[in-house]
């Protein structure tokens, strides 16, 4: 063993340099246990995922926590339908929904908005969507070891099944898109806006003035009848 610093000769349990004071590190060999462990891991996410992009997404969750996924920003729910992520479909539409309510309830003109979401949603999907199928692809192999831990056949077919793509995932996509399509135009054809509510009060006071004014020339014209009635008596009665 030597020093990585000054190259000079270092003896068992030395934790400084005695040429140069470099502080001793020494790499641990990682154990055959974690080893098997880490294939092992490896090997079910490849049963997961399936055939196709095995080495796509390995390659893609070894470089980190976040990476590029082309498919999820141009795809979005199709794409999550396709990796069977329904979850994340009914959290995206669901807050969708809460702002469609408040913009239709708000009255504001939601078409920059939209458009602002929808670029948001892609580009979130684009950056993160490789670590979200990584840790959903976890969780589903987590809760299949617990159903079948004991027979490792059914345990591969399980994730197998649970894992892979589906085209039917994206018509389940596709369906539940028409739906909020529906729903959100339910929310803007039936619930008022305050500023409906403002309108229908400024008609209800304008046609109330209306009322008053046309009120007010009525009786102003009854008062100069009578008025005309008593000068044509009082004259009268003086001739």
């Given at each position: 063993?030597?020093?990585?610093?000054?190259?000079?000769?270092?003896?068992?349990?030395?934790?400084?340099?005695?040429?140069?004071?470099?502080?001793?590190?020494?790499?641990?060999?990682?154990?055959?246990?974690?080893?098997?462990?880490?294939?092992n891991e490896?090997?079910?996410?490849?049963?997961?995922?399936?055939?196709?992009?095995?080495d796509?997404?390995l390659?893609?969750?070894?470089?980190?926590?976040?990476?590029?996924?082309?498919?999820?920003?141009?795809?979005?729910?199709?794409?999550?339908?396709?990796?069977?992520?329904?979850?994340?479909?009914?959290?995206?539409l669901?807050?969708?929904?809460?702002?469609?309510?408040?913009?239709?309830?708000?009255?504001?003109?939601?078409?920059?908005?939209n458009?602002?979401?929808?670029?948001?949603?892609?580009?979130?999907?684009?950056i993160?969507?490789?670590?979200?199928y990584?840790?959903?692809?976890?969780?589903?192999i987590?809760?299949?070891?617990?159903?079948?831990?004991?027979?490792?056949?059914?345990?591969?077919?399980?994730?197998?099944?649970?894992?892979?793509?589906?085209?039917?995932?994206?018509?389940?996509?596709?369906?539940?898109?028409?739906?909020?399509?529906?729903?959100a135009?339910?929310?803007?054809?039936?619930?008022?806006?305050f500023?409906?509510?403002?309108?229908?009060?400024?008609?209800?006071?304008a046609?109330?003035?209306?009322?008053?004014?046309?009120?007010?020339?009525?009786?102003?014209?009854?008062?100069?009848?009578?008025?005309?009635?008593?000068?044509?008596?009082?004259?009268k009665?003086?001739?």
């Open positions: 063993m030597f020093c990585i610093k000054c190259g000079s000769d270092l003896e068992e349990g030395d934790n400084f340099c005695k040429a140069c004071g470099k502080k001793v590190t020494v790499k641990s060999e990682p154990s055959v246990e974690n080893i098997t462990q880490e294939k490896e090997h079910l996410l490849r049963l997961f995922i399936g055939e196709k992009k095995q796509y997404y390659q893609k969750w070894t470089k980190g926590k976040n990476s590029w996924n082309w498919a999820a920003f141009f795809l979005a729910f199709l794409w999550l339908g396709y990796r069977k992520m329904y979850k994340y479909i009914f959290l995206f669901g807050i969708f929904l809460i702002i469609d309510l408040a913009v239709s309830i708000l009255g504001i003109d939601d078409t920059v908005l458009n602002v979401i929808g670029i948001a949603v892609a580009v979130t999907l684009g993160s969507g490789n670590n979200l990584r840790q959903h692809a976890l969780k589903k987590r809760e299949s070891m617990e159903m079948n831990n004991n027979d490792n056949d059914i345990l591969q077919e399980e994730i197998k099944i649970r894992g892979g793509g589906s085209w039917l995932g994206v018509l389940v996509a596709v369906g539940l898109l028409v739906g909020y399509v529906l729903i135009l339910g929310i803007f054809t039936f619930i008022p806006t500023n409906d509510h403002s309108e229908t009060k400024n008609v209800d006071s046609i109330q003035q209306i009322a008053t004014t046309e009120k007010n020339k009525l009786i102003l014209k009854l008062k100069l009848l009578i008025l005309s009635k008593r000068t044509c008596r009082h004259l009665m003086k001739i």
